[in-house]
C-alpha cells in the first residue's frame, strides 16, 4: 500500500520570497510520483510529475521537485513566488502497475503582498 | 477540445437519497476515475472505469457504483445519502495511449455535493 504525507497544511510567504512544500511518501514498490495545484473552486491541474531517468523535474511556471529515493522524499520548491501562485498543491502517488492515485491532504500555499 | 467535463456544477439533497453525477472524458481518453474530496482533504479514490467494467476500487461502500457507456462517459451513482457524503467528487481521464505516461489524469471541475 502507499501513502503520501505533507508535513505542512499550510505556508504562508511573502511575495518574492522562496518557498519549499514538503512532501514524503511510502511505498513498497516503484512509483510516480507527481504535483498538483488546486485554485479555489477547480479541479486539479498537474503541475509536474516524476516518472524516471533525472531525479529533478520541473515545471513551465518556476516550480521544482526533487525526488529523494532514500529519503522518500518529494518536495516542491520555487526561489521566488507570486502572489497567483496562492493555492492549494497536493503531493500525490502512484503505483508504475497500479491505477489509483493516492493523495496527500494538501498545503495550502498563501503569498502575501 | 473542451477537457474532461462534469455536471451537475452543484447538487443538494438530503438525507436517504440517491444522486447520479456525470462526468465526460477528454477527447481520446478511454478511462475514468472518480476521486471524493471533503472540504479541507485530498482526494480519495472511489474506483476507475476501463471498457465499460470497474477496474479497481478504494475503500468506498458499496452504496457508490458507477458505470462508463460505450463512448466513454460515466456516472457516479450514490445511494442512502449521509451527512458525510458532502463533498467535490472530481473525475478523472486517461489513456494508455496519450503522451508517455500511462497514469497521467486530467481532472473535472467537480460536482460539489451537499446532504442535509
Known amino acids: 500500500a502507499q501513502s503520501v504525507t505533507q508535513l505542512d497544511s499550510q505556508v504562508p510567504v511573502f511575495e518574492e520570497a522562496p518557498v519549499e512544500l514538503r512532501c514524503n511518501y511510502s511505498?513498497?514498490?516503484?512509483?510516480?510520483l507527481f504535483w498538483y495545484v488546486q485554485y479555489p473552486n477547480q479541479g486539479l491541474q498537474l503541475l509536474l510529475k516524476y516518472l524516471s531517468g533525472s531525479t529533478l523535474v520541473e515545471s513551465i511556471n518556476g516550480f521544482e521537485a526533487e525526488f529523494n529515493k532514500s529519503q522518500t522524499s518529494f518536495h516542491l520548491r520555487k526561489p521566488s513566488v507570486h502572489i497567483s501562485d496562492t493555492a492549494e498543491y497536493f503531493c500525490?502517488?502512484?503505483?508504475?502497475?497500479?491505477?489509483?492515485?493516492?493523495f496527500g491532504a494538501g498545503t495550502r500555499l498563501f503569498v502575501k503582498a | 477540445d473542451a477537457g474532461v467535463t462534469q455536471s451537475p456544477t452543484h447538487l443538494i439533497k438530503t438525507r436517504g437519497q440517491q444522486v447520479t453525477l456525470r462526468c465526460s472524458p477528454k477527447?481520446?481518453?478511454?478511462?475514468v476515475s472518480w476521486y471524493q474530496q471533503a472540504l479541507g482533504q485530498g482526494p480519495q479514490f472511489i474506483f476507475q472505469y476501463y471498457e465499460e467494467e470497474e477496474r479497481q476500487r478504494g475503500n468506498f461502500p458499496d452504496r457508490f457504483s458507477g458505470h462508463q457507456f460505450p463512448n466513454y462517459s460515466s456516472e457516479l451513482n450514490v445511494n442512502a445519502l449521509l451527512l458525510g457524503d458532502s463533498a467535490l467528487y472530481l473525475c478523472?481521464?486517461?489513456?494508455?495511449?496519450?503522451?508517455?505516461?500511462?497514469?497521467?489524469?486530467?481532472f473535472g471541475p467537480g460536482t460539489r455535493l451537499t446532504v442535509l
Open positions: 477527447s481520446g481518453h478511454d478511462t
Open positions: 500525490a502517488v502512484s503505483g508504475t502497475g497500479g491505477f489509483k492515485t493516492i
Open positions: 478523472a481521464s486517461s489513456s494508455p495511449t496519450s503522451g508517455a505516461f500511462y497514469n497521467e489524469q486530467f
Open positions: 511505498s513498497s514498490v516503484s512509483v510516480y
